[in-house]
């Protein structure tokens, strides 16, 4: 009997265990799901990009194309604000310290990869406080002349240079900056003696230039590109891996003999490191809808950008690479750290 009755109390004790366990696993699942109902939806206000350059340059110019058609396809306004200055040290921190629920993004470029090796001190760090959501664009770097120049090709100002240490002067934008680098990396690449001459923006270097200050400017090719057009600049060459698309005909510095001349300018969209992957992802999908989108794409060729859709990881991947390239520059060059 007594064994009977442990046995029946052994099987009442392990029922009453089922049942809890129902219980339990309902309740979980009800609030997991009331967890998963209650979260707001992505996104549920105006979205900011935070651009560190002023508004009509290629960057800004860039993301107002993009923005306008991830705004029609998020449901939400996308509002560009400008912080220029600082090397973008401050638009970057804005953005490092922002809550990261992917409504505040950092346009990041060149000058973000090059910060990390030329700047003594971040109040962040480029890797570790962001996380890459996608590029956007790349665009070219040139090698320019005035259209009466001596040089008709990068051969023959190279023969000069030889022939003449330290007389070739470059002229480019501020030191530090894309183009500053790009010069200084020619420089190493070509063996050649010679003053990178840098002036406070694209108009300034191009006074120069034409009024002969300078005898050859590193500078973006889309800002220049009706000068060249209009033949009052010449193209000797440009830095990136094939031939500009809006200049076909003028050769890279690679295909004159510059082998290890490569460099491209490029932006891409940043949130806080702690974003939630989902919304990484997100946000990845609608700038590749709208890089992918005739319209956007056109309008970013016809100011010669070149659309990069891709994943945030390509992305990350990506600045990497780039702030080991631009550091190993700065070391060579000897640019001492600001």
Same mark, same amino acid.
């Given at each position: 009997?007594?064994?009977? %009755?442990?046995?029946?109390?052994?099987?009442?004790? !392990?029922?009453?265990?089922?049942?809890?366990?129902?219980?339990?696993?309902?309740?979980?699942?009800?609030?997991?799901?009331?967890?998963?109902?209650?979260?707001?939806?992505?996104?549920?206000?105006?979205?900011?990009?935070?651009?560190?350059?002023?508004?009509?340059?290629?960057?800004?110019?860039?993301?107002? &194309?993009?923005?306008?058609?991830?705004?029609?396809?998020?449901?939400?306004?996308?509002?560009?604000? !400008?912080?220029?200055?600082?090397?973008?040290?401050?638009?970057?921190?804005?953005?490092? +310290?922002?809550?990261?629920?992917?409504?505040? %993004?950092?346009?990041?470029?060149?000058?973000?990869?090059?910060?990390?090796? %030329?700047?003594?001190?971040?109040?962040?760090?480029?890797?570790?406080?962001?996380?890459?959501?996608?590029?956007?664009? &790349?665009?070219?770097?040139?090698?320019?002349?005035?259209?009466? @120049?001596?040089?008709?090709?990068?051969?023959?100002?190279?023969?000069?240079?030889?022939?003449?240490?330290?007389?070739?002067?470059?002229? @480019?934008?501020?030191?530090?900056?894309?183009?500053?680098?790009?010069?200084?990396?020619?420089?190493?690449?070509?063996?050649?003696? #010679?003053?990178?001459?840098?002036?406070?923006?694209?108009?300034? /270097?191009?006074?120069? %230039?034409?009024?002969?200050?300078?005898? /050859?400017?590193?500078?973006?090719?889309?800002?220049?590109?009706?000068?060249?057009?209009?033949?009052?600049?010449?193209?000797?060459?440009?830095? @990136?891996?094939?031939?500009?698309? #809006?200049?076909?005909?003028?050769?890279? #510095?690679?295909?004159?003999?510059? +082998?290890?001349?490569?460099?491209? @300018?490029?932006?891409?969209?940043?949130?806080?490191?702690?974003?939630?992957?989902?919304?990484?992802?997100?946000?990845?999908?609608?700038?590749?809808?709208?890089?992918?989108?005739?319209?956007?794409?056109?309008?970013?060729?016809?100011?010669?950008?070149?659309?990069?859709?891709?994943?945030?990881?390509?992305?990350?991947?990506?600045?990497?690479?780039?702030?080991?390239?631009?550091?190993?520059?700065?070391?060579? #060059?000897?640019?001492?750290?600001?």
């Amino acid at each position: 009997m007594s064994s009977r %009755l442990t046995r029946l109390q052994a099987s009442a004790m !392990n029922r009453r265990r089922f049942l809890l366990g129902l219980g339990g696993s309902a309740l979980t699942a009800q609030v997991a799901a009331q967890g998963a109902a209650g979260a707001p939806a992505f996104p549920n206000k105006a979205l900011r990009i935070v651009v560190p350059f002023g508004a009509g340059g290629v960057a800004d110019l860039t993301v107002r &194309t993009v923005s306008r058609r991830m705004a029609e396809t998020l449901g939400q306004p996308v509002v560009v604000d !400008n912080r220029p200055g600082a090397g973008g040290v401050v638009a970057a921190d804005l953005v490092a +310290k922002a809550e990261p629920d992917g409504h505040t %993004l950092l346009l990041i470029s060149n000058g973000t990869a090059v910060s990390a090796g %030329l700047m003594k001190q971040l109040p962040y760090d480029p890797i570790r406080d962001f996380k890459s959501v996608g590029l956007l664009a &790349t665009f070219d770097i040139a090698l320019i002349v005035p259209v009466d @120049s001596r040089f008709a090709n990068l051969n023959q100002l190279l023969q000069w240079a030889r022939e003449n240490p330290g007389r070739l002067n470059i002229g @480019s934008i501020n030191i530090g900056s894309t183009q500053h680098l790009t010069a200084e990396w020619f420089k190493l690449v070509a063996g050649i003696q #010679a003053q990178v001459v840098p002036f406070n923006g694209t108009p300034a /270097v191009m006074t120069a %230039l034409r009024g002969g200050q300078v005898d /050859v400017a590193v500078e973006i090719l889309g800002p220049v590109l009706p000068q060249l057009r209009g033949k009052a600049l010449r193209a000797l060459a440009v830095t @990136s891996e094939r031939r500009a698309a #809006a200049l076909p005909e003028v050769p890279t #510095a690679q295909e004159q003999g510059l +082998k290890g001349l490569l460099a491209s @300018s490029w932006n891409g969209l940043a949130v806080p490191a702690r974003t939630p992957a989902p919304v990484i992802e997100r946000l990845n999908r609608e700038i590749v809808t709208a890089l992918q989108t005739p319209a956007v794409r056109q309008q970013l060729l016809d100011m010669n950008l070149d659309p990069h859709p891709g994943s945030p990881v390509q992305a990350q991947e990506w600045l990497q690479h780039e702030i080991r390239a631009w550091g190993q520059v700065i070391e060579r #060059a000897g640019i001492p750290k600001q």
